[in-house]
């Protein structure tokens, strides 16, 4: 089968791969999408996200819809041929964390898609039973690999707190960026200013209801009665975003970061401003159990992931879709690879 493998630092080949071997408690899949995830471009760019390695070939991919292609699915109650979500990190449900209901800080996480577990960039997969999850009928293979960010996105706001009314900066409109500012919107936020220096994503921000967006965060203050902002989210790879989220955050402000900073440091917060604001900083890891929000969240319309899928791709262009996505060409937001044929609807 074919597969796209990444070897190192901006070294991405396309590969043929054998198939998939499910063992007792897991089920081949069918991939019908892959969609490419900034951190999947912290792998390409740079070989690596933070202090995770590549050490051997590894396949990317860790949002994705699959079809069940194994004939034990009745078995494990489901159908074959049936559209499903991969739930990426395999959380042991045993370990300290999990039973204190924090799965994404599950101590045996396997996170398929990040070294050392193979993701599902490719024309097949396999699946433990714990990792698929059932979706609406009616929804496409794209929005089906786009409700593990939708749900990275709830998990975000879940921290955020938001009440009615509070004014937001979200920092980046990047796939993140862009569904934390359509949350905080039907959450009923107040004045919500998206702050971005590429243009085509400052348009995307403004028609998917942003009131603001701006090329650099110093803009932020001037545009909500000259004061800081009550919630500012982080959604960027800059290692420089929480100084800025500190700077443009109202007294008694809380700030969320959700963005991979490119390298493995923050560059230096200015304490003085972080103490006598008195501001409360909040980090997240993926998402916990949010899934079944996601799904409504898409269902019901509150996010659009539709206007996130710029590019739609077959396998053969999914090395260029990376590199597009990279350098943020093209009007790219985010795309989508099918590795075994587009399929759009
Ligand atoms: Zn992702
Ligand atoms: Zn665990």
Known sequence: MRA??????KDIRLEELPMPEPKEDELLMKVACVCVCGSDLHYYMEGGVNTKRIVNPQVPGHEAAAWVWDDRAPEYGLKKGQLVAIEPAEACRTCEACLAGKPNLCLNQRFHGGPPHQGALAEYFKANRRMIVEVPEEFSPAQVAGLEQVGIGIHALRKADLEVGQ???VLGAGPIGLILMQLARAQGCGNLIVVEPVDYRREAALKLGADHAVASFEEVKALNGGQGV???????????????AIEIAKWGGRVVLVGIPT?????????????TKELTILSCKMMG????????????????????????VEMDRGIEAYKVQAEHRDGCIKSVIYPNGVLKK
């Open 4 to 9: 796209i493998v990444i070897h190192g630092e």
């Open 167 to 169: 004014s937001v900066a």
């Open 230 to 244: 009550e919630l500012v989210l982080e959604a960027t790879t800059d290692p420089a975003a929480p100084a800025q």
């Open 263 to 275: 390298g493995t440091e923050y560059a230096p917060i200015d304490a003085i401003t972080l103490r």
């Open 289 to 312: 159990d949010e899934f079944h929000e996601a799904i409504y969240a898409v269902k019901r319309g509150l996010v659009n992931v539709d206007a996130l899928f710029t590019h739609h």
